[in-house]
């Protein structure tokens, strides 16, 4: 899984600073097997921290990672792998 073409939408390109874009690809990449074709990333802002939770819903998984990013956003990314290409988006562009 994930082991194909890599996109991401427009959202993602105007909202998502580049360098956590390349973050959440790292995380799904290192995941361990199995792995969901669909992976959840929410960001958020606390205490000037960029926070983000990495989830998938089968099988269960959720990590948390703490960022010292100076320009943190606040957003819900979907990472989906539709067999042929992976595509990076915001939640609103489901």
């Known amino acids: 899984m994930f082991k194909g073409t890599k ?5 993602v390109q ?10 959440m690809w790292m995380c799904v990449l290192a995941l ?3 792995v969901d074709y669909l992976q959840i990333f929410r960001l958020y802002v606390s205490e000037g921290k960029q926070k983000i939770i990495h989830e998938q819903e089968q099988p269960e998984y959720k ?26 988006l915001l939640a609103e562009e489901y």
Do not use: W
């Open 7 to 11: 996109y991401v939408t427009k959202g």
């Open 14 to 23: 105007s909202e998502i600073p580049v360098e956590l874009q390349s973050f």
């Open 32 to 34: 361990p097997k199995p």
């Open 63 to 88: 990590r948390k990672h703490i960022l010292d990013f100076p320009n943190p956003v606040t957003a819900k990314v979907y990472v989906i792998d539709d067999g042929d290409h992976c595509t990076m």
